[in-house]
């Protein structure tokens, strides 16, 4: 299953999975010093901030490798 959504959504739907944004980046919302990071160890710029991968909580940004890895793990 894959959800799609825009800008306006992204605060609650990182909300939901116990994140949120501080100093222009996604980060833990119990500890707002952790950053989140990519499977790569890559932290996420907001801007950059693509989804929620299923298989446990995988962020993704939005370039063209994570998009293309995101896709790969979809379709395996």
Request: glycine share 10%; charged share 30%.
């Given at each position: 299953m894959t959800i799609t959504f825009d800008e306006s959504a992204?605060?609650?739907?990182?909300?939901?999975?116990?994140?949120?944004?501080?100093?222009?980046?996604?980060?833990?919302?119990?500890?707002?010093t952790e950053k989140v990071?990519?499977?790569?160890?890559?932290?996420i710029p907001v801007p950059e901030f693509a989804g929620v991968r299923?298989?446990?909580?995988?962020?993704?940004?939005?370039d063209i490798v994570s998009l293309v890895e995101t896709a790969a793990a979809i379709n395996s």
């Open positions: 992204r605060a609650f739907i990182l909300d939901a999975f116990g994140k949120t944004v501080r100093d222009g980046f996604v980060v833990e919302k119990s500890k707002p990071i990519t499977p790569r160890g890559d932290v299923k298989g446990s909580v995988i962020f993704v940004k939005n």
